[in-house]
Structures are given as C-alpha cells and as structure tokens.
C-alpha cells in the first residue's frame, strides 16, 4: 500500500506573532477601519437575520421568510435535495475515487445509505410545507450540521492528495448555542431534526434543539435588540447561575446581556431545554474579558485581540470537531464586528465590493491587493478557500501582502501531495515558497477575487442549503 501524499509544512521563518503584523504603536491602533454607519448598518441586517420579524428578515423565526422563502418550492427543493445526497453517498457504481469510506477504510455499503434514506423519509417535507408556529426553535448547545441524519463519516481515499481525514463529506457546518432555528423536519427515529439556521440548511441532534414558544421568541428578541453579546475567547465554558453546566461558546456566538452585569463580569440569557424539549431562559456569568457587547467597534486593536483567541488553533473543516475551517474562521471574526458572512468561501465574496482578478497574473494579482487592498476589512477568495488581508511586508526587499488564514495546506501545480499548516496561521502571499519552490503560490490559483467590506454591494447574500463548505 502507498503512503499518502503528506507532509507537514514549516513554518519556523513566519512569525506568528499578531502585533508583528498589527503594531500596538501605530497611530491607528485604535482607529475604526469600519466607518460608524457601516458597522451600525451592517449590525442591524446581522440582528435581522437572526432575530427579524419583517417580511424580508431573513430569520428562521420569521414566518414570511419561511413561507415565502424557504417553502417557496413546496418542500420539492427540500426533498429534491435530500435525493442528490442520498445518491452522492451511494457507492453503487462508484469509480475508486468517489466511494465513500466510514470508520476503518471499510466503504460505506447500500444498506448503509438505503437504511439513512429510510430515516430521512424525504416526503415529509411536501407534506408540510406551510409555516407552523410550533416549529420554532432554539440551539441549546453547539451542534454539527450534517448533509444526513447520521454521525458517520464519508470520507474518499486517504491516498488522494486533499482527502481523508479531516474531510468528512457529510460534515456541513456548526451551530452555535442561541442560534434561533426552524425545524423543517423531523428524521423518523426522532433523533435528528432538518433545520434551517440564519446561514445554511441540515441535520442536527434532536436532543440540542428546544422549540420555542411566542413568550420565549418575544423575550429573547426584545432582550437581543437591546444589549447582545458576543464571545471574543475561542471557546468557553459556560455554568448558568444554579451552577448547571450548559454547553461551550465558541467565538462569535450571540446571545443577549442582561441589563445590568457586575464589574468584570458580564451576565447573559441562555437557552436551556427541559424534559418536554421546550425552551427555557437561564442566566450564566461569564468573565467580561470573554464577551463584548455587540458590536465591537472594528479597530486594529480588537482585531488583534481576536486573532490572539484563535491563532494557532486546529484546522477543523465543516466544523469538525468544533474547529473552524476558512469561512467560519472569517466569521467568527466578523460577528464581533456586527458582520454577518455567509457560511461558504465562495459566496462570501458576496459581503463586499468584489473585484475579480482571475485573468491577471500571479505578480498583478498580488501588487493590485497590496496597492489597492483595504487592510483588515478585505477578503481574498482563491477557489475552495478564503483569507484576511491584513497590509503589506516588505520581504526580501519586496513589498507583499500578508494574510490570516485557516487553512488545511499547500500543493504543488500538479496536486500531487499536501503540505499540511492544518490551523489559523499569517503568512505572507509569496509567488514561491523558499521551503518547497514546487508549491504552488496562493496567488496562482485560477481563480483569485477579492471582496472589501464596507463597501457597496448588490444584493444581499441568502442563506445556504448545507452543502460542504469550501476551505
């Protein structure tokens, strides 16, 4: 048997220090690179997304946006893509590199994917397909969104450069606790739920999931327009005030302040399920260094305290295991911002003023971004995965751009192998890298946009049915 094509890139020549790319002593450590208004704005369609009534608020608790968006089709669109998932993961006919591999390297069999298909029951969601009130809901603890009702990985041959392990393909993405939520349907044994969230559509444990009633919805909205919360630490450990341990927050999630919080302290709502799956309101105190009120005003400084929390972290694609991938690296950045971004790299591209430099050449690419680029507020999207320009660096004498990112590795031209980073990382955008010069640069990929928030954009970016993220 061949070994995979894995090695592990070094990074001993790039600094990872934040404030040797974003300086404590410049003068405009503390001056907003999002203008007032733009994040005042960005910040109300953000709310509005989780927590709007209007009619066109995209949020799971809004019935116009479920009846008029998300049942536009009936439930057919719904069901039609339960079936292009049931026949993605069927290994009848499968070539090599597509079949589907579970626990061991043992091939996912049929009686694997008719048994899931079985559970689905995908005519559920014609049968249903109107508004109902009852099914209103609430994320009472960090859950895996999955493409199907099951824990199981799908991975392809880990002897193919970029597959295996950590890229299971029924890995969609992660809500995080408060995350209001519709429940589209329900998986026959009852322990999984076919969710809508503010970003993406999938499948989430039943048992994380409380539905909400119009006193819980009233409560939760009136106490989220008037103080929110986000977590800025990776990751926290939250008791409510009885001493119940409740779930972890990871960074950027949302939920409401109470009005009044102790010095160093900051007192939140949290969403507790009872024993009849209803939703109930508790309070947890969590260390005021761990959360912001919403939002943060975007300057260097609390950029940089950001990217402390999450530098170095695991590479976790789809939200494996709780890690952030590309996109929800980014994400979870910008909430504390007030900006919402979609869940996928691609349509991220869609937040900002997008310029497309997929026809020029590595070296233009690169000197437009560093000429033209808005440090710390400009995302650069290279085909499957997404950075944060943060300035340029002046290396070997040449100025280049620098970039955040959560990336999984590097490849030569010919795809052959990885050079796994594997976590959140800056490096700079070199044509070559002096450590393998047959690593492709990540200036030369075919496609290369860019997109600088805060910026005019047309339309505004809709939420995701759930397919795996890129990056």
Request: net charge negative; aromatic share 10%; proline share 8%.
């Amino acid at each position: 048997m061949t070994s995979a094509p894995i090695s592990v890139f070094p990074l001993g020549h790039y600094d990872q220090n934040v404030d040797r790319w974003i300086d404590p002593r410049s003068p405009n450590y503390d001056v907003p690179f999002l203008a007032a208004d733009v994040q005042r704005a960005q910040f109300a369609a953000l709310s509005d997304r989780y927590f709007g009534a209007a009619p066109d608020d995209p949020s799971p608790w809004n019935p116009a946006y479920i009846g008029r968006q998300v049942y536009a089709n009936g439930g057919k669109d719904i069901v039609a893509l339960q079936e292009q998932r049931f026949a993605r993961f069927d290994n009848s006919d499968k070539p090599g590199r597509l079949v589907g591999y579970g626990m061991n390297f043992r091939a996912h069999t049929r009686a694997w994917i008719d048994a899931i298909a079985r559970n689905v029951d995908a005519g559920q969601f014609t049968r249903a397909n109107s508004y109902d009130a009852s099914r209103r809901a609430i994320a009472t603890t960090t859950l895996p969104v999955r493409e199907l009702p099951t824990l199981d990985p799908s991975f392809y041959d880990y002897r193919i450069a970029g597959e295996g392990y950590p890229f299971d393909n029924l890995q969609v993405s992660a809500v995080r606790p408060g995350t209001p939520l519709y429940m589209l349907g329900t998986s026959a044994d009852g322990s999984w739920s076919y969710v809508q969230t503010p970003d993406v559509q999938g499948w989430v444990r039943s048992d994380g999931v409380a539905s909400v009633d119009d006193a819980f919805v009233h409560t939760w909205r009136v106490a989220s327009r008037g103080r929110l919360g986000v977590v800025v630490a990776a990751s926290v450990p939250v008791r409510d005030d009885r001493g119940v341990y409740r779930f972890d927050a990871p960074a950027g999630t949302l939920l409401p302040l109470q009005p009044a919080s102790t010095a160093g302290n900051a007192g939140m709502l949290v969403p507790a399920r009872n024993p009849d799956g209803q939703a109930v309101i508790r309070t947890a105190t969590l260390d005021a260094s761990d959360v912001a009120i919403a939002p943060l005003t975007a300057t260097p400084r609390h950029l940089a305290t950001l990217l402390k929390a999450l530098i170095g972290r695991p590479y976790g694609w789809g939200n494996t295991n709780f890690d952030n991938d590309c996109s929800s690296e980014l994400q979870s950045i910008f909430a504390a911002f007030g900006v919402w971004l979609p869940r996928h790299s691609s349509t991220q591209m869609s937040a900002g003023h997008m310029i497309d430099l997929s026809q020029s050449t590595p070296a233009e690419r690169l000197d437009y971004l560093s000429r033209h680029g808005e440090a710390m507020h400009t995302l650069v999207y290279i085909g499957g995965h997404v950075m944060l320009y943060l300035g340029n660096a002046s290396v070997d004498g040449h100025v280049v751009p620098i970039v955040y990112q959560d990336i999984w590795g590097l490849r030569p031209a010919d795809d052959s192998l990885r050079a796994v980073v594997g976590g959140s990382v800056i490096l700079p955008l070199l044509p070559r890298y002096p450590e393998d010069p047959d690593l492709e640069s990540l200036a030369a990929t075919p496609t290369f946009e860019i997109s600088i928030l805060g910026m005019p954009v047309t339309g505004a970016p809709e939420p995701e049915q759930g397919e795996n993220p890129a990056g």
